[in-house]
């Protein structure tokens, strides 16, 4: 009964070469979210989507995009992705309900060779 | 600008003592404050919240104690079990009424409870 699935869990990828996380949700939340966290680090937001509105964050570089082409997947795109942009990728979603919180997937660990 | 501190990476406990870890906030407008739980190759998971209308908020063997004019509060753990090894997360929300919909997040306390 996961909730919000992120494939794959792990990735490798060359540098600059275009890699695509993807996050999926059976909650129903019409709000997704992708947070970067590299080590001992907090998780940093780089965007969200409320319903089909796309919010981007101040500081996210450009390097980075997304898309949401229904309420259940959310996709992000790194275009060109650097040395510096191996992390881990937390999806997450929120939506009315009992409990007034995020809810996070398990991540995917980007590598980049 | 770290909004939310934690400043003690990690803190090992032996099981069934008291676990104590703690955060700090300099913005003034957060006024919702939650704590999630993560193991590895997991995300997050919430743990317990409280409101800046409270001063403390009780979930079992968890406790959630907020001074507001110090902008600090504190998870404590009692008793503290080894499966409660994990790194916690504080996390704030300006809600002004509204919604958890944006969080601040810490950099996170590996806990480390020992036999």
């Known amino acids: 009964d996961a909730m919000v699935i992120q494939n794959p869990r792990y990735q490798v990828t060359q540098f600059g070469k275009p890699v695509t996380l993807s996050c999926s949700q059976t909650?129903?939340?019409?709000?997704m979210y992708w947070y970067q966290q590299k080590s001992s680090q907090a998780p940093k937001l780089l965007f969200h989507?409320?319903?089909?509105?796309?919010?981007n964050e101040a500081d996210t570089p450009d390097n980075f995009q997304s898309r949401r082409p229904n309420t259940s997947f959310c996709f992000l795109d790194i275009r060109s992705p650097g040395l510096g942009d191996a992390a881990m990728y937390l999806c997450?979603?929120?939506?009315?309900?009992?409990?007034?919180?995020?809810?996070f997937g398990p991540g995917t660990r980007l590598t980049v060779l | 600008d770290q909004q939310v501190k934690q400043n003690s990476p990690s803190l090992s406990v032996q099981e069934g003592r008291i676990s104590i870890l703690n955060c700090d906030y300099t913005?003034?407008?957060?006024?919702?404050f939650l704590w999630y739980k993560k193991y590895p190759a997991e995300g997050p998971t919430f743990l317990i919240s409280?409101?800046?209308?409270?001063d403390k908020n009780e979930d079992g063997r968890f406790t959630v104690f907020l001074n507001k004019s110090a902008k600090h509060l504190s998870l404590h753990i009692v008793p503290s079990q080894p499966g409660d090894s994990a790194v916690y997360f504080c996390?704030?929300?300006?809600?002004?009424?509204?919604?958890?919909?944006?969080?601040?997040f810490g950099k996170g306390t590996l806990l480390t409870v020992n036999p």
């Open positions: 997450a979603t929120y939506g009315q309900g009992a409990l007034d919180t995020q809810y």
């Open positions: 909650l129903n939340h019409n709000v």
């Open positions: 989507y409320y319903d089909k509105d796309f919010n």
């Open positions: 913005n003034s407008m957060f006024d919702y």
């Open positions: 409280i409101s800046s209308i409270k």
């Open positions: 996390a704030a929300s300006a809600r002004d009424g509204g919604s958890n919909y944006k969080l601040t």
